[in-house]
């Protein structure tokens, strides 16, 4: 099929689109406030009487508001609506008004025009040619853009009080046909971005215009588009000229060149676009790599996020370029690629430490809440910033005021989720937050003060004050109006608070404990045992008469622990502390010991480690005060723990499964079964 073939079904798919539903027009007046378009309160005065009519443009019952509304066409404008649909080719414009106008008196003055109400006094003085009313339009929006909020309002206001806009409107909807392609979508991006009603007739007309000349587009004139329907409400006209933009992407990709505009219209195919539109997209990216410029990599990953389409092969390029540069890039855009990481769940470890030092090593450049933000980001990705947070935590023992109660709040559960050792500073650090904490005590809510008590207690620091403070009667009396959604989540707060008071007994000024009217109910529901698992550790222990195996057992009514084996200890010599409580469990004679088997997803640790994260560095403290002893000291932990930790990637099939968990549960087996073959050839 040729391309001219292909370009007719599309803009003939195209028109049945946009036709298939003839609507009614009701004929009625409205007044409509500028308020609707967030501008201040304030009626347009001027209002045009309508009549009945039919018209393909919307399919919703709409009336007219001067000509800001896609109602009944007044008659002054019915010579426009026979020109929307001529050919953008075949202009009947004098000549004289198609020839380059950059140069004339009117495009002089209009440069130096520093606001939409100075362009339209410059247009109430000419007559703009059709050039002229698109870049009087674009001018306008670009004026307001280095604008404060408040003068931006202002402005608007100002602008659509203006007598002059409505006839600069009218003069563009009379020459829509007439445009070109790059004019006619910069026009309808500045009235976009101006705030002209999206359900406006003029912006209904330029729509349609598009959709029906969407061959005629060029790539900077549908990377224009793309932009400006990025910033559109859905209506039919907005989905059929999406719809038509992505045939033609299709159609055209192979001759695309130019980088910023894959991008754009990427964006605007979004995640609705199909799996092998992506796929397509994907390659034609990959074979521009070479092109790709620092902004491009970044956006790239912005684009990709946007799509929710995860190509690590283009983010890998992309990485490696940002890493390399890291020193270019501003806050914001730093800021974003991490949230689209995020975003993609692509985790780069080289590329998460390089962000890491960097801000560390330039601490003092960033606001405060500049680095807050990246440490929150940092956590939700699972990441460790070690230099980072080594840092900050300097930042905050020399000055713990400077942190505002939301500042605080995030440092404190971004701390105990990566379970980063402070290692010397820890114990000063925690204790500055704490000073920190206090005077906003009488001032928090009842469910911040139990965030900060919680992630307080998975740090392992008790503070009196932020405790009693939760304890009281009076501020456990409003947890009882907690929405039913929110429940689960503050009782198992409360529940580990709990725990940490009653295993750890830190030293108070008073006992404290947690009621059981805020503890709901403490048991966990028990999944069904683990069949690979069960399976394995039953043939490990095949041939081991004097090991025990429990599957399933619940601990202090909170922990769950996949399998526990008790076996006896490998020489009589070592004993477990006496007097350790294993809730459910009976606890093992003196002469054994117990091994706690956990299964956690990656999600437990740290990416790129097996340091495990707050909720299970905390269950793994707790196990050791209960009596549980270390089986194997991973290399990876800085801390021994002494619970077995087994990761799904480790255990992929049976065989490696069975060895790692002998290798770990019997590790005298291991060492005596070499000894032997030592003495046999020394021997």
């Excluded at 306008?140 to 853009?145: G, I, L, P, Q, V």
Aim: with cysteine; charged share 20%.
């Amino acid at each position: 099929m040729s391309v001219r073939v292909t370009e007719e079904v599309v803009r003939w798919s195209l028109r049945y689109c946009s036709r298939r539903s003839p609507v009614q027009l009701r004929s009625f007046l409205l007044t409509t406030s500028i308020k609707d378009r967030s501008f201040p309160s304030q009626q347009f005065a001027h209002i045009w009487g309508t009549r009945q009519s039919q018209t393909c443009l919307d399919r919703s019952p709409v009336s007219s508001v001067r000509f800001y509304s896609r109602g009944g066409i007044h008659s002054q404008d019915l010579e426009a609506k026979e020109h929307v649909s001529s050919p953008m080719g075949q202009s009947s414009l004098p000549a004289e008004i198609q020839s380059d106008e950059r140069s004339s008196p009117f495009s002089d003055h209009l440069r130096h025009c520093g606001s939409p109400s100075d362009v339209l006094d410059l247009a109430s003085q000419y007559s703009p040619t059709v050039r002229q009313v698109s870049n009087s339009l674009t001018h306008m929006w670009s004026t307001t853009k280095k604008m404060s909020d408040d003068q931006r309002r202002h402005e608007l206001q100002l602008m659509f009080e203006h007598p002059e806009f409505d006839k600069l409107l009218q003069k563009a909807m009379k020459r829509v046909g007439h445009m070109r392609s790059d004019d006619l979508a910069y026009s309808l991006l500045g009235m976009v971005k101006l705030g002209v009603p999206q359900g406006s007739r003029v912006v209904q007309t330029f729509l349609r215009t598009c959709q029906e000349n969407l061959n005629d587009f060029d790539e900077k004139g549908l990377s224009i588009l793309a932009s400006c329907l990025e910033h559109m409400e859905g209506n039919a006209n907005v989905s059929a000229l999406k719809e038509g933009m992505r045939l033609v992407v299709e159609a055209r990709l192979p001759r695309i060149k130019n980088v910023m505009a894959l991008q754009t219209m990427m964006r605007l195919l979004g995640k609705d676009a199909p799996l092998d539109l992506k796929r397509k997209l994907e390659r034609k990216a990959l074979s521009m790599t070479d092109q790709f410029s620092l902004p491009n990599t970044q956006y790239m990953i912005f684009t990709m996020a946007t799509m929710g389409f995860y190509s690590k092969p283009l983010l890998d390029v992309c990485s490696k370029t940002i890493k390399e540069n890291l020193h270019g890039i501003p806050f914001n855009r730093l800021y974003k690629v991490l949230q689209s990481c995020r975003e993609l769940h692509y985790r780069d470890l080289d590329l998460l430490t390089g962000i890491s030092e960097y801000i560390a090593s330039i601490m003092d450049i960033w606001t405060k809440k500049q680095v807050v933000l990246f440490l929150s980001v940092f956590d939700n990705l699972a990441f460790c910033p070690a230099a980072l947070m080594e840092a900050f935590a300097k930042k905050v023992i020399a000055n713990p005021d400077a942190l505002t109660l939301k500042d605080l709040l995030c440092v404190l559960k971004v701390y105990s989720s990566l379970n980063y050792d402070l290692q010397h500073q820890r114990q000063q650090f925690l204790e500055s937050l704490s000073r920190a904490l206090d005077p906003y005590l009488p001032k928090m809510s009842g469910f911040e003060l139990l965030k900060a008590v919680y992630h307080l207690c998975l740090l392992g620091h008790f503070p009196s004050a932020p405790l009693e403070q939760l304890l009281q009667s009076t501020t456990l009396e409003k947890f009882s109006t907690t929405a039913p959604k929110f429940v689960p989540n503050q009782e198992r707060m409360f529940q580990t608070v709990n725990l940490c008071l009653g295993l750890e007994r830190p030293p108070l000024p008073q006992p404290v404990s947690v009621p059981p009217s805020v503890l709901g109910d403490p048991v966990p529901s028990s999944p069904p045992v683990n069949p690979w698992l069960s399976q394995d550790l039953r043939s490990v222990l095949g041939a081991q008469a004097d090991s025990m195996l429990q599957e399933m057992v619940v601990v202090e009514n909170f922990y769950l622990i996949d399998a526990v084996i008790t076996k006896p200890l490998p020489n009589q010599t070592s004993v477990t502390e006496a007097g350790s409580r294993a809730g459910e469990e009976c606890p093992p004679a003196e002469s054994s010991q117990r091994i706690a088997v956990i299964c956690t997803p990656h999600s437990g640790f740290c990416h790129g480690t097996s340091n495990p994260r707050g909720p299970l560095a905390v269950k793994i403290r707790h196990l050791k005060i209960l009596g549980y002893n270390p089986v194997l000291r991973w290399q990876a932990l800085h801390d021994p723990n002494p619970v077995l930790q087994i990761t799904e990637q480790e255990l992929q099939s049976e065989e490696k499964r069975t060895d790692f968990l002998r290798a770990r549960i019997y590790p005298e087996h291991l060492s005596s079964d070499t000894q032997p073959k030592g003495d046999h050839r020394g021997s």
